[in-house]
């Protein structure tokens, strides 16, 4: 998640120590408030992954890619849900609006996918990054030694044109809600994504994963890890890099609980009966939960 510094002045710092300390693996956006070498510094040796915004200046997006190799980010991961901001009802209702200028840490020549006033469905090209089909894909794969992870697939079809582009995994996300009304619920998709991809792709689910049993039924779904986001950053804002930790230990204790109670000793041991008929997956033949 971007802006982490909007919540709590450690902001990625704090994030990245905790998933250090808690043994988790985590993602760091384009628009985090710290650069991403001060959130590898705050975290040598963590698993990391850098979330990347395409820009309109392709240069500045192979440049991002480059510092992250050098910072020791395991995976790129390419947001493809994002070529431009969805209405955020919610936000506008609210009154919420970021700084003019929030505190960029990655540079301060880095941008927000915006949505230019006089954008209409026809001046895509206003913004050309919100243009690019699949061959950007193929470019980062030659620009980068780095596994590619694409980061809101929730369609077979774009499964299937994702990983034959290159990428390595692919995360079943609608951006938490917060992009396109109307986007189906990551885990009614789930199944459909891991079954177009077969098992060598590795299918990563997020949005309202909350509590043990939502990362069970992900799991056993097929999924083979999920990602979270407002719980996160509920945490930081709370109690910085220990509000986080709390939050990852609740979770984890959620978790062995929940595996318990469906009767599996291990994550490797979950499948679609683990948590009932209600969920078996959405297949062909089946008209789905
Ligand atoms: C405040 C906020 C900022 C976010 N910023 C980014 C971002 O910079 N890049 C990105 O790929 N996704 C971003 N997301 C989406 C999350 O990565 C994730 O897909 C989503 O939050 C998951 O849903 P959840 O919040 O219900 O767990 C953001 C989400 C929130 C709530």
């Given at each position: 998640?971007?802006?982490?510094?909007?919540?709590?002045?450690?902001?990625?710092?704090?994030?990245?120590?905790?998933?250090?300390?808690?043994?988790?693996?985590?993602?760091?956006?384009?628009l985090s408030s710290l650069s991403m070498e001060a959130i590898a510094a705050a975290s040598p040796d963590a698993r990391r992954w850098f979330q990347l915004y395409l820009q309109d200046d392709p240069r500045l997006n192979w440049a991002l890619v480059e510092r992250a190799e050098r910072a020791g980010y395991s995976a790129i991961v390419l947001t493809a849900d994002v070529p431009i901001l969805g209405v955020r009802d919610a936000q506008m209702q609210q009154g919420f609006a970021m700084e003019a200028q929030p505190p960029m840490g990655n540079g301060p020549e880095v941008r927000t996918p915006g949505r230019p006033a006089e954008f209409t469905a026809n001046r895509l090209r206003h913004r050309p990054g919100s243009a690019h089909g699949w061959p950007v894909l193929d470019e980062l794969r030659q620009r980068t030694e780095l596994p590619i992870v694409v980061k809101g697939i929730l369609t077979a079809e774009d499964a299937r044109q994702a990983v034959s582009h290159g990428a390595k995994a692919l995360v079943v996300s609608n951006h938490g809600g917060r992009q396109l009304d109307g986007a189906p619920a990551t885990l009614d998709v789930l199944a459909e994504v891991v079954a177009a991809v077969g098992p060598e792709t590795e299918v990563y689910l997020d949005g309202g994963v909350r509590r043990g049993p939502d990362v069970v039924m992900a799991l056993a779904l097929g999924a083979r890890a999920v990602g979270i986001g407002r719980p996160v950053l509920w945490a930081l804002a709370a109690d910085g890099e220990a509000g986080v930790r709390r939050f990852i230990a609740l979770l984890r204790e959620e978790l062995a609980v929940t595996l318990a109670l469906v009767g599996r000793a291990k994550l490797t041991e979950l499948d679609p009966q683990a948590v009932g008929a209600r969920w078996t997956p959405l297949s062909p033949e089946s008209s789905g939960p």
């Open positions: 998640m971007a802006y982490q510094s909007a919540v709590h002045p450690d902001a990625e710092a704090a994030t990245a120590r905790a998933a250090a300390a808690e043994g988790v693996l985590a993602m760091y956006s384009t």
